[in-house]
């Protein structure tokens, strides 16, 4: 049973959050910086996932992202909404539909990606970053031109599934859901790097030439590869367009892309354990940020040069994020953790849990 002693710590903990969450001990505040937590763990692990563990270079992950947004949030509406007329099931069936509705834009999004996994086979790097740039910009001006999603303008209501939820049986149920799938996401990753293809994405991130000597299938496993990576992105969608409500395309721009590009950069290429790490650092780092006073005090000396200077936190966070980019591949290229995950740092830890 001793394998299974972090297993049970993190259930144990996730049951707490839960129940603190259940009876208000802790704020919607503090549940809403939880759930982003998982929401950024869900995308930076799912990145690392072609970033990382197969050595490409793309910068367009939150096109996924919005796919499997949207995709959710319009099932979610029919289903339980009063957008398009009166919902198409009852509200008692709004947490058992839910996953499957998350689930259904993960696969869309999956699908979504092969308009980056087919090229994808004959090139590589900047090209390949190229494309995914292009298919983030066309992912966001399809939606804009799509009325019956609101197009630019956003799409709301899909707060009534949540409240469907609350009223049959009342609960955190957006923290549980969040929970579940950051959980999901990470079993799901760690077993397929750990499988035959896992070992072949490996194999084409070191060479891809060599990779195809030794009878690699490398298009088939770039297809795999990035179709999980997406589907999990897609899945992220779903359950951020929940939390907030409400859905715009221009929430699913480059800098959202960004956004997961740092924390992968930040957590190490290739390592799981680095990729979680960073989405925690960084989505705390962010909510810091937020503090209007809190940049006016670090700010103070240059208002001394600049004295009509009033930086918004909104700007600051775009000056942050580029900049931690900057530093981290000035001292730190590697990452917090390198490719090494904490059962490498810390080789005892291995014999207190599983993944199978």
């Not at 690392?48 to 050595?55: E, Q, S, Y």
């Not at 090229?119 to 494309?131: E, G, M, V, W």
């Not at 939606?143 to 303008?153: A, L, P, Q």
């Not at 395309?249 to 590009?261: D, G, H, R, V, Y």
Request: proline letters at 3%.
């Amino acid at each position: 049973m001793q394998k299974y002693t972090l297993n049970v710590l993190m259930a144990a903990c996730a049951v707490f959050l839960l129940v603190l969450a259940h009876f208000k001990i802790i704020d919607n505040y503090i549940q809403a910086v939880i759930m982003f937590v998982g929401i950024n763990i869900i995308m930076s692990t799912s990145l690392n996932l072609v970033n990382g563990n197969m050595g490409e270079f793309t910068c367009g992950h939150a096109a996924f992202m919005c796919m499997g947004a949207y995709v959710t949030s319009l099932l979610s509406v029919l289903c339980f909404g009063k957008n398009f007329g009166d919902p198409l099931l009852p509200q008692y069936m709004a947490m058992f539909v839910f996953p499957i509705m998350i689930l259904a834009g993960g696969v869309v999004a999956a699908l979504t990606s092969l308009l980056v996994a087919i090229p994808a086979f004959k090139t590589r790097d900047d090209y390949l970053a190229i494309i995914t740039i292009a298919v983030n910009y066309m992912v966001i001006s399809a939606i804009e031109n799509m009325d019956f999603v609101g197009g630019s303008r956003g799409f709301q209501g899909m707060k009534n599934t949540v409240w469907a939820m609350n009223d049959t049986i009342k609960g955190p149920w957006m923290l549980f859901w969040v929970i579940t799938f950051t959980v999901f996401t990470i079993w799901v990753i760690r077993r397929f790097i750990t499988s035959t293809y896992g070992k072949g994405v490996n194999a084409i991130c070191q060479d891809e030439v060599a990779a195809e000597i030794m009878s690699v299938n490398t298009n088939k496993i770039k297809l795999v590869n990035f179709m999980i990576s997406a589907g999990l992105a897609g899945c992220a969608g779903g359950l951020f367009a929940h939390i907030i409500g409400y859905v715009n395309p221009q929430s699913f721009n480059i800098l959202k892309s960004t956004e997961a590009m740092v924390m992968v950069y930040l957590g190490g290429m290739g390592s799981l354990s680095g990729a979680v790490l960073s989405a925690i650092v960084f989505t705390f780092l962010m909510e810091v940020l937020r503090s209007q006073s809190l940049i006016d005090f670090l700010l103070a000396p240059a208002t001394f040069v600049f004295p009509d200077w009033e930086p918004s936190a909104g700007v600051i966070k775009w000056v942050m994020i580029p900049l931690l980019l900057v530093l981290i591949m000035q001292f730190r290229p590697e990452g917090i953790m390198g490719n090494k995950e904490l059962s490498d740092v810390f080789p005892k830890l291995k014999k207190y849990y599983t993944f199978k």
